[in-house]
């Protein structure tokens, strides 16, 4: 049974190489510079997470490793690695369903079918929105006078990859200057090092695996509570009868 489960992981690792692959080539066609691949690959890792977080715990951490290791070494290094697979694995905690234990409880099995998708595809928006919001809320910083907080920078995948990528970093590229304010109107400061977005989002998908393998367990334990729970003796109508008080 472990071997089977090894070569079911292995499988699936190597489909995340092949998925990785797909995924630099897509870069490749439609970025020119290090920063920009970094970035295209960082967010088809997260889709691809958020897609495979439908799937059983056992087979997504191999896809999504494979994958990451493929973006990262192709963007810049072991940084970048580690940096889309933990918000990869991040996507995947916060998506993933616990899978019912007893496939005979109907109404749990359709319960877990309805919000398969649901937790995905808010994990997703979340990770999408948090890695983009120089986009979508740099201009609302910018028209209220506000400054960008450090930690939005020091933490942030975005940044992290413009330290750790080679070449001309994203906020000083000429074509970001259409797409956002920061770094131009709206100052901010860049981090020293990825290291600190890396361990936070790191920090934050072990948390969120943690409490997902603690819940699965939990619903093991009372199914197999349920399962070995004796049957209670019924009571016959006539013995009822005669238990009755009579008037």
């Known amino acids: 049974m472990k071997r089977v489960a090894a070569i079911t992981a292995v499988g699936w690792a190597f489909a995340g190489l092949a998925a990785g692959v797909v995924i630099v080539g897509i870069g490749i066609a439609i970025t020119a510079t290090p920063i920009d691949r970094a970035m295209a690959g960082l967010l088809l890792v997260v889709v691809l997470s958020a897609a495979a977080s439908t799937e059983r715990l056992d087979r997504v951490p191999p896809l999504v490793i494979g994958a990451s290791v493929v973006v990262g070494l192709a963007s810049g290094g072991w940084s970048i690695v580690l940096l889309v697979l933990s918000c990869g694995i991040l996507v995947v905690a916060a998506g993933l369903q616990p899978a019912a234990t007893d496939s005979s409880k109907v109404d749990v099995a359709r319960a877990d079918r309805d919000t398969s998708l649901l937790l995905p595809f ?10 983009l919001w120089p986009v979508w809320l740099g201009d609302v910083l910018l028209a209220s006078g506000s400054q960008v907080p450090t930690w939005m920078t020091r933490f942030h995948p975005l940044f992290a990859l413009d330290v750790a990528t080679p070449g001309v970093p994203w906020v000083e590229q000429a074509h970001v200057y259409a ?6 109107d709206l100052a901010i400061v860049l981090p020293d090092s990825p290291w600190p977005a890396i361990t936070l989002h790191a920090a934050a998908a072990a948390a969120g695996l943690g409490l997902r393998l603690t819940i699965s367990r939990v619903r ?7 399962r070995t729970r004796p049957d209670e003796p019924q009571e016959s109508p006539r013995a009822a009868d005669a238990a009755a008080p009579s008037s």
């Open 220 to 226: 093991r334990v009372r199914q197999s509570s349920y």
């Open 179 to 184: 797409a956002t304010p920061v770094g131009a």
């Open 122 to 131: 808010l994990a997703l928006v979340a990770m999408v929105g948090w890695i």
